[in-house]
């Protein structure tokens, strides 16, 4: 994964980002409460969610400086030391392992803060984030309500400080 980093998500950031939104065009895409569809929301976002909110994270994926994606960190729960994490790769970027390199930083992020558990609620359905799940370490839980989730137990060996290390 040489040349793809985590970043912050910076206000240059929101025509590329509503790009990534606009073709995937579905409206359960969602990270934490994401729902960006025009440039215009998509600055809006980036300024009065992913700047400001303190622990609702979001982080841009680059590859060679291009914005390839957005991932974060939400819901975190600090009685029960558990975060959920979401994701969502650009169309032309898939199937290049960056989801998964995605999901394990996020994993050494919340580990290397101190939490003790990462969840992820991605649909039946959704095959290939699934995957990326399994292969990063998460299993499947069936939440309270019956829908089904992943989730992975962090433990301090998890986590590491330095973002640029390979994922
Ligand atoms: C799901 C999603 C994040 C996957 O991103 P990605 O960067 O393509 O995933 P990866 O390249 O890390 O691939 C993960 C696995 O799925 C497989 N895969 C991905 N796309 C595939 C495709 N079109 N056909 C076959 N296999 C595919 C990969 O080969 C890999 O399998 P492996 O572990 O055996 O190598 C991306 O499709 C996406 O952004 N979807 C919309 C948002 C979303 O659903 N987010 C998840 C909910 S929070």
Known sequence: MNGTILSALGESDAAAFAIIMQE???KDAIIGEMGTYSKKEAEEF???SALKIPYERHYAIRHDGVL????????ADFLAHSAEIGYIIGFRYRRRGFAKFAISMLIKILAGEGFKLAIAHSKKENKYSNKALLACGFEERLDED???AF??????HDGIYNLTIQG
């Open 151 to 156: 989730q992975r137990r962090l433990t301090e």
């Open 46 to 48: 980036i300024k009065s």
């Open 146 to 148: 019956g829908t089904m």
């Open 68 to 75: 390839i994606g957005v991932c974060a960190i939400y819901n």
């Open 24 to 26: 995937q065009g579905a």
